[in-house]
């Protein structure tokens, strides 16, 4: 049974960082990307970054230069390090196994609230 347990998610300011964890069961952390997700209130979920089994990142527009995906594929784990956070992070964070394109896996979420 797959499960995706995130952590780390918190109260900061803007400017501030925080690093986001999920770790990975279910024996899917070699053969599945990795990804991180976020849906702010009355807004559609966003796809934030992505990490491939070997490593190679995509970020969407509105974090690149400052959030950092990377996985630790020994822990099955997965990070996103959050720099300079900004009030408009303040999500709830999903992490997701994706394979083919497709996120078929969830994390239950970790809020992240970004204060001014």
């Known amino acids: 049974q797959v499960q995706l347990v995130e952590s780390g998610g918190g109260l900061v300011q803007a400017g501030g960082s925080l690093r986001l964890s999920c770790v990975a069961s279910g024996n899917i952390f070699g053969s599945h990307s990795m990804a991180w997700y976020r849906q702010a209130p009355g807004k559609q979920r966003e796809l934030v970054a992505t990490i491939t089994p070997a490593g190679s990142t995509d970020y969407a527009d509105s974090v690149k230069g400052r959030f950092t995906i990377s996985r630790d594929n020994a822990k099955n784990t997965v990070y996103l390090q959050m720099n300079s956070l900004k009030i408009e992070d303040t999500a709830t964070y999903y992490c997701?196994?994706?394979?083919?394109?497709?996120?078929?896996?969830w994390g239950q979420g970790t809020q992240v609230t970004v204060s001014s």
């Open positions: 997701s196994a994706r394979r083919y394109g497709i996120s078929l896996y």
